[in-house]
């Protein structure tokens, strides 16, 4: 089947995490592929939501992901319902060189949950931003994907994979986006089957197994970009 001509599917992607992790400075490779040397914080910006089209599968689907920033909103926890409605992908983001803003992750989480408590479609990814901090990485070989595994995974049990990118040097940012995009769609079209094959038991088992394949707990953690160090 031909999708080259057909309307994107789209879906609404938000930015969360602690301020200073680098959310705007991902946002403005989304936006532009590139981040000025002085980038602006999401206060400056003339806009904080952009969207994007994205070809996936082997079809090549369109996808358009709206992709939305805090605007700083994170500072003063002010933080409004519109921000989290309708909401298909979180990226709980944090700092690769700061630890703490990995283990406030499990907060963000507990704050999207509050501001979506009926929302059971929305997928969360874990995502490590400046990977070109190496140096400054604490154990940069295990405790970073170690804790994200053992103690975020069973904390935010809905997070479904974990990207260590850099937007500073655009090391692995496309790539995480695209996953995203190819995630939702397979969620997307998946959705529609079952919904077409609710009398086939067997169907719906083969949709879990599909869904679950994703999860982090069941160590989608590997050197494609889904973890580690190196970039793409």
């Not at 879906?11 to 200073?20: P, Q, R, T």
């Not at 400054?136 to 069973?154: F, M, N, P, R, W």
């Not at 394949?213 to 989608?220: A, I």
């Amino acid at each position: 089947m031909q999708y080259r001509d057909a309307r994107p599917v789209q879906f609404k992607v938000i930015l969360l995490g602690e301020a200073g992790v680098g959310k705007t400075s991902l946002f403005q490779r989304f936006r532009s592929r590139h981040i000025p040397s002085t980038p602006k914080s999401a206060l400056m910006l003339d806009c904080y939501q952009y969207s994007r089209q994205f070809a996936v599968g082997p079809d090549s689907c369109p996808v358009q992901l709206d992709l939305w920033d805090t605007a700083n909103m994170e500072r003063v926890r002010s933080l409004t319902e519109s921000y989290f409605r309708e909401t298909a992908a979180t990226l709980l983001v944090y700092d690769i060189a700061d630890s703490v803003s990995l283990k406030r992750i499990p907060y963000w989480q507990q704050e999207l949950s509050y501001h979506t408590p009926d929302s059971t479609t929305n997928k969360i990814f874990l995502i490590g931003n400046k990977s070109d901090l190496e140096a400054l990485q604490y154990d940069c070989d295990h405790t970073t994907v170690s804790y994200a595994k053992e103690v975020i995974g069973k904390q935010c049990k809905d997070v479904i994979s974990v990207f260590e990118v850099s937007a500073k040097e655009d090391c692995c940012v496309e790539r995480m986006f695209h996953a995203v995009a190819e995630h939702l769609w397979q969620c997307h079209t998946a959705g529609a089957r079952k919904g077409s094959k609710r009398s086939n038991p067997a169907s719906d088992e083969d949709e879990k197994a599909q869904d679950s394949s994703f999860r982090l707990e069941d160590n989608q953690l590997d050197s494609s970009g889904t973890s580690g160090k190196g970039c793409c």
